[in-house]
């Protein structure tokens, strides 16, 4: 995982590179009809500040790093998902009961007890988190290298980073939304390209191989289709 | 020279008097067929039977209208028709008309004052209608039907065709047939069929194509081009005789089940066809719907038999419809899901297969095939891309009473693709139809929107 000395981080190459979408993209064959959208250096976030962008481009990129076999969640721009789900009612929390009474402290059983929404967890968690970094690692989350940076996430995963029961489910906000933002339609911003479908084998929003059940062993070889009508 | 202009003079003043006899002269009405005794009474129900095979319910009620009392927009190549109030109100409706008065509207086109009908009533078509029915219908709208009060609005056509005095002389090229009904003496029930088709159920109205005058060519089965597929409004009526008849292949229990339910195991009903399904057919009781799919059946002397009862109570074992070897090769290449595959079988991959499935035949009684399917390989192809961009509805029917919808892929294709998919499915399980041209979605996408 970690890069060799002497050589460009990989990671640090394509990310927010549009040439990284290209590149690593095999989706983004000949068939995809979308343009090639605005590139992660360029693009203006709906929600986040330019701290938290920096911080959710680091720590998307490790949490799916681009390494791998398959596409990272910088490729398949997990950081605009994030961002324009953050700004939407999944982040203002729109359609929950956010009323109260809260008890930020209750057990973890109990579900969403914060009264902050998703988007003021972020908003409130990342400065927190950072701060942790600083002291712990000597730089804030997006500088450090990436053995820091795997370290300080494992620590936040642990629960050994202290936050406050406000803000305490921000880990399983981020691994979570970073998931949805590799996996989901890429309506939504991110799955661009529809690469992590391709990576899986997953056709997407077809929904019809009913001769294909009875194939073992036989790769199906049609690749995926989006809600919005996008081949790949 | 003096002689010649008054030749002349003497020759238009002729034919002026010719021309306002012809304008003001009162149209002859036509007799009645029998004589009914006075004290003549129509069976139970005989009334509302003849009101729905005559499907007149669907254009003389506006979608938020009371019933039958009019002020439904009638689109015609000439302009918007209003359909009139035919509730007995004496002010707005026909509650003043004699039953001569509603003879002459129905089979000769001419309501009591003299003005001329315009034929989007099928006047040609109820023409061949019996005395009894019109008595019936008659005794029905006078006595059973409330009286509504609602004013008929102004139909203004365009010049010429606001002059309905010249309906006149269309009425000469176009009711050259005899008032009332002669049965072909093939069968009861073809006989049935047969006046069912011809004159209630003025299925040739749409079904037969339109001569030069815009009238129907051929109004029997004496006539070779009489329900040989016509089109309305950009809709292909398809054709009911014939080789190229997309009923061929179906049954009579099959084509019966179609008129009563507006699905079987071919095909469902779209469009008009859906709206006479939805007021009129499924109302029929089911030895009327067998009897018309009899005569129609019968028209190209096929042999069959007559079914017992309509879309019969579940369960009903549908097998699954296989590729015939005409689709072989296209539901091959779907079922390979070979990533080479033409855009057209990718795009149905994508959007239709699931329902339609790789052999085209849909599943019985719920999705149609697409497969030698009238909407989809017809001379007209606004509808089949209507269909793809708005998706379709098929009316729930007291014998199967789910709404089948389809959703509507305007948002999920672009024009081109929708071209390219319409073109692919008019090619496709041996289908033999043009190709779609953007320019044509575009403009079916244009028109919805202006809606």
Redesign the interface.
């Known amino acids: 995982m970690t890069d060799l000395p002497g050589y460009p981080s990989r990671r640090n190459f394509l990310k927010g590179s549009a040439a990284g979408f290209a590149l690593t993209g095999i989706a983004a064959s000949a068939e995809a009809?979308t343009e090639a959208p605005v590139s992660l250096d360029e693009y203006q976030t709906e929600y986040l500040n330019e701290a938290e962008w920096a911080f959710i481009m680091a720590a998307t990129a490790r949490l799916i790093p681009s390494e791998g076999d398959g596409p990272g969640a910088i490729e398949t721009r997990v950081p605009v998902f994030i961002d324009r789900q953050l700004a939407s009612d999944y982040g203002t929390a729109d359609d929950w009961y956010m009323e109260g009474p809260h008890d930020a402290d209750a057990e973890p059983n109990r579900g969403w007890q914060t009264p902050l929404n998703p988007a003021e967890v972020y908003r409130q968690a990342i400065p927190v988190f950072d701060a942790w970094c600083q002291d712990t690692h000597g730089a804030g989350f997006a500088e450090l290298d990436e053995e820091r940076q795997d370290a300080a996430l494992t620590s936040l995963s642990n629960g050994d980073v202290a936050l406050a029961p406000e803000v305490r489910d921000f880990w399983s906000l981020l691994l979570s939304n970073t998931k949805e933002g590799y996996f989901a339609d890429p309506q939504y911003g991110g799955n661009a390209g529809m690469q992590s479908w391709v990576y899986i084998g997953f056709p997407g929003?077809?929904?019809?191989?009913?001769?294909?059940p009875e194939r073992h062993n036989i790769e199906?070889?049609?690749?995926p289709?989006s809600?919005?009508?996008e081949?790949a | 020279m003096k002689t010649f202009l008054r030749i002349l003079a003497g020759l238009v003043l002729v034919g002026v008097i010719a021309l306002l006899a012809f304008i003001f002269v009162p149209v002859q009405r036509t007799e009645p067929t029998t004589e009914l005794a006075a004290d003549w009474q129509a069976a139970e129900g005989q009334g509302e039977l003849v009101l729905d095979a005559g499907d007149c319910v669907a254009c003389h009620t506006s979608d938020d209208g009371e019933s039958l009392a009019g002020g439904r927009a009638i689109a015609s190549p000439m302009g918007t028709i209003w359909s009139t109030n035919i509730t007995p109100d004496a002010e707005t409706g026909i509650g003043n008309w004699s039953f001569a008065d509603f003879r002459a509207a129905m089979i000769d086109g001419v309501t009591p004052n003299g003005t001329h009908l315009y034929p989007a009533m099928p006047y040609e078509n109820y023409r061949l209608m019996t005395e009894e029915d019109m008595r019936a219908l008659y005794d029905y709208l006078m006595t059973e039907v409330e009286p509504v009060s609602a004013a008929n609005k102004d139909t203004n056509l365009d010049f010429p065709f606001n002059q309905r005095w010249g309906i006149r002389a269309w009425n000469w090229l176009a009711l050259t047939h005899d008032a009332g009904f002669t049965p072909a003496g093939v069968s009861d029930a073809q006989d049935r069929g047969q006046y069912l088709v011809e004159s209630l159920g003025h299925c040739g109205a749409c079904h037969t194509p339109r001569n030069t005058f815009m009238a129907q060519d051929g109004v029997t089965a004496e006539s070779e081009s009489f329900l040989a597929g016509g089109v309305v409004g950009g809709w292909n009526a398809p054709a009911l005789r014939g080789d190229d008849a997309g009923i061929k292949g179906w049954t009579v229990s099959e084509l019966a089940d179609y008129l009563a339910t507006g699905r079987n195991a071919h095909s469902t009903a779209n469009g008009e066809m859906a709206l006479v399904v939805e007021h009129s057919l499924q109302k029929l009781p089911d030895s009327d719907n067998i009897a018309i799919a009899a005569y129609l059946k019968g028209m190209d002397g096929d042999a069959f038999d007559l079914p017992e009862e309509v879309a019969a109570a579940g369960p009903i074992a549908t097998p699954e419809a296989e590729a015939d070897d005409a689709g072989a090769a296209t539901a091959e290449l779907l079922v390979s899901a070979d990533p080479d595959m033409p855009l057209g079988a990718r795009l149905y991959s994508d959007n239709c297969l699931g329902c339609h499935f790789a052999s085209g035949k849909g599943a019985p009684g719920i999705f149609p095939e697409l497969q030698g399917n009238g909407l989809v390989v017809g001379s007209e192809v606004s509808p089949l891309i209507s269909v793809i961009l708005n998706g379709a509805e098929v009316p729930p029917t007291a014998k199967r009473p789910m709404t089948l919808r389809m959703q509507g892929y305007a948002d999920r294709l672009s024009d081109d693709e929708v071209a390219e998919l319409a073109t692919w499915l008019r090619g496709a399980w041996g289908n033999d139809a043009g190709a779609v041209a953007p320019e044509a979605v575009a403009e079916v996408r244009d028109s919805d929107s202006a809606h």
């Open positions: 009809q929003a077809r929904a019809a191989y009913r001769e294909w199906y070889p049609l690749g289709v809600i919005s009508g081949r």
